[in-house]
């Protein structure tokens, strides 16, 4: 009786499932997009019909099929499917589920694909205390992660799991969902006899962003408005206004926020405005904090253009002022017009590498004392030491300058800023040639002060 009871249950919920849990395909010739991985005669798609699989973690943005493929492998393996949710499972879950898969292992032989979606959210200990049963064999692990595994997944961990890389699907890939969703009688709208127009069907598409979940849950939404008014059929209006927004690709904290600001600093170090104030969009319309953006623009003008135009980091200060002064979206405009002159201005990372260069000596080379005649001696005692002597101001000299030995002893002679040839470091160059030159022509000899 329980068993006919827990039956109609699971028929009830299957019922009132969304449309995208409803429609998940059984079996990999079900499943579209990836065909890179589980396409005929993949490495992947013949390990899975072999039942020779090893744990993987399957790594891609959302809406691209990991939970499916997941359940795809337990089914065609004929393995247990046990399903935890990081966010809201801890030590204990697992454990229950480890249990679980090990007595279901000794009784009945049959082996427990344990997957656990969004496994980066699982701390250290909560990962670890998974390694011993990977290893036995207790459990084939499948982890789902939108977050690059490189950094979220613990080593050990990931040396005994293949990462698989899930794509977004394409266009064609996710107006074939759709479109077999409002087909299916038995699981989609078939029976509701809900059409779409091409217009539509290309909103739905294009706003989706590679996300199956996303456009068949604005789908079934999208659906309800149909036939009321003079609506025979869902329309591009009724898509956009059931979609609200377009499917999030982006997370603030995550991976593609470290992706995006990287594609901003390397389209601007590639002199690219139009890229340029592209990535800058993005990263504004995905919620990005635009103090931490316009930080990551003022570390562009020193990094990447220094003295070959000084005022890059005058115009980036300013434009900080003006986003903590305005915020958003007022502040965007000033982040654009700092944006484009940075990727229009002359680059050199002349600074950085000089930076970099004296910052190695400093760690790696002997620290000897200031020289005596660079010291300042505001007491007889130590200008009998003989601090400040032999010190010669550079004011007495022809053209303000004077040579003398500035460096420890033992760095003597060493050279850490090269400007380039590029804007204003063009004429700082020669200026700089000038006074090597002063500088190698008083190498041995005494310098006499202007009279």
């Known amino acids: 009786m329980m068993d006919l009871f827990e039956a109609n249950r699971q028929d009830l919920l299957a019922s009132r499932a969304p449309l995208a849990t409803r429609m998940r395909p059984e079996s990999l010739d079900q499943l579209i997009g990836q065909d890179h991985l589980v396409g005929p005669g993949t490495l992947l798609r013949r390990a899975i019909e072999a039942d020779k699989l090893s744990s993987l973690i399957l790594w891609g943005p959302p809406g691209t099929g990991k939970t499916t493929l997941a359940r795809i492998v337990a089914t065609t393996t004929k393995a247990h499917f046990a399903a935890v949710s990081a966010v809201t ?16 292992l000794a009784m009945h032989g049959q082996r427990t694909v344990l997957f656990i979606d969004e496994i980066h959210r699982f701390n250290k200990a909560q990962q670890d205390a998974i390694l011993p049963h990977v290893e036995d064999g207790t459990v084939v692990l499948i982890g789902a992660t939108t977050e690059n595994p490189s950094f979220e997944v613990n080593s050990p961990l990931l040396s005994r799991a293949r990462v698989i890389t899930l794509r977004p699907l394409g266009d064609d890939d996710i107006r074939a969902i759709v479109l077999r969703a409002l087909s299916d009688d038995e699981r989609g709208l078939g029976r509701q006899g809900i059409a779409i127009g091409n217009e539509a069907l290309d909103a739905l598409v294009n706003l989706a962003n590679g996300d199956a979940r996303f456009a068949l849950n604005t789908l079934e939404f999208a659906a309800t408005g149909v036939g009321y008014g003079d609506r025979p059929e869902i329309d591009a209006d009724l898509v956009r206004e059931a ?13 593609d926020h470290f992706d995006a600001i990287s594609a901003l600093h390397k ?17 504004l319309e995905r919620g990005d904090d635009p103090l931490y953006v316009v930080r990551r623009l003022v570390r562009f003008a020193t990094e990447d253009i220094g003295l070959a135009d000084p005022r890059a980091l005058t115009l980036a200060m300013s434009a900080q002022q003006a986003v903590h002064f305005l915020g958003l979206p007022e502040g965007a405009l000033a982040l654009a017009e700092l944006t484009v002159y940075l990727a229009l201005a002359p ?15 400093v760690i790696e080379t002997r620290n000897d004392p200031v020289p005596l005649h660079l010291r300042n001696a505001p007491t007889s005692l130590m200008a009998a030491e003989g601090y400040g002597a032999g010190y ?54 005494i310098e006499e002060p202007r009279s």
């Open 347 to 361: 680059k050199s990372n002349a600074i950085h590498r000089g930076y970099g260069a004296a910052r190695t000596d």
């Open 267 to 283: 389209t601007l170090r590639g002199s690219d405005p139009d890229a340029a104030l592209y990535w800058l969009a993005r990263m």
């Open 89 to 104: 499972s801890g030590v204990a879950d697992l454990r229950a589920a480890i249990k679980a898969a090990s007595d279901r």
């Open 243 to 255: 979609a609200q927004r377009r499917a999030a690709t982006y997370d603030k904290t995550g991976g």
């Open 392 to 445: 010669r101001y550079a004011h007495d000299y022809d053209g303000g300058i004077v040579a003398q030995q500035n460096l420890p002893e033992n760095l003597a002679g060493r050279r850490y800023y090269e400007p380039t040839d590029r804007g204003f470091e063009a004429d700082l160059g020669r200026r700089l040639t000038e006074i090597r030159a002063v500088y190698e022509r008083a190498t041995g000899a």
